[in-house]
């Protein structure tokens, strides 16, 4: 089992930049998929972007991809979302999460059994 615990959000304006961390203790993220999701007031929580524990395989939405950079380092079992180009409808709370699988990636929720706590990021006009 893995512990998750995401920092870094806060407000900004548009167009700015954040970049999230999602630190984890338990276990190495060596041979762990990992993702990033968000969820605005009265909205689904939805997929941002995902990273294969091993092989380096990440994937977007398409609302994240161009603007965002989902990253790790395992040796300080660390998943990192750059985002650039903010714009008011990236404000959410932002939650890492964590799944055993060295060469998977997961884009729904269901693919996942581990959570952080989230992050709120605010983007201002």
């Known amino acids: 089992q893995v512990q998750l615990v995401e920092s870094g959000g806060g407000l900004v304006q548009a167009g700015g930049s954040l970049r999230l961390s999602c630190a984890a203790s338990?276990?190495?993220?060596?041979?762990?998929?990992t993702g990033w999701f968000r969820q605005a007031p009265g909205k689904e929580r939805e997929f941002v972007a995902t990273?294969?524990?091993?092989?380096?395989?990440?994937y977007y939405a398409d609302s994240a991809r161009g603007r965002f950079t989902i990253s790790r380092d395992n040796a300080k079992s660390t998943v990192y979302l750059q985002m650039n180009s903010l714009r008011p409808d990236d404000t959410a709370v932002y939650y890492c999460?964590?799944?055993?699988?060295?060469?998977?990636?997961?884009?729904?929720?269901?693919?996942?059994?581990?959570w952080g706590q989230g992050t709120q990021v605010t983007v201002s006009s």
């Open positions: 999460a964590a799944r055993w699988s060295p060469t998977g990636t997961y884009i729904y929720t269901g693919g996942y059994n581990e």
């Open positions: 990273e294969s524990g091993t092989a380096g395989r990440t």
């Open positions: 338990g276990r190495t993220l060596s041979n762990y998929a």
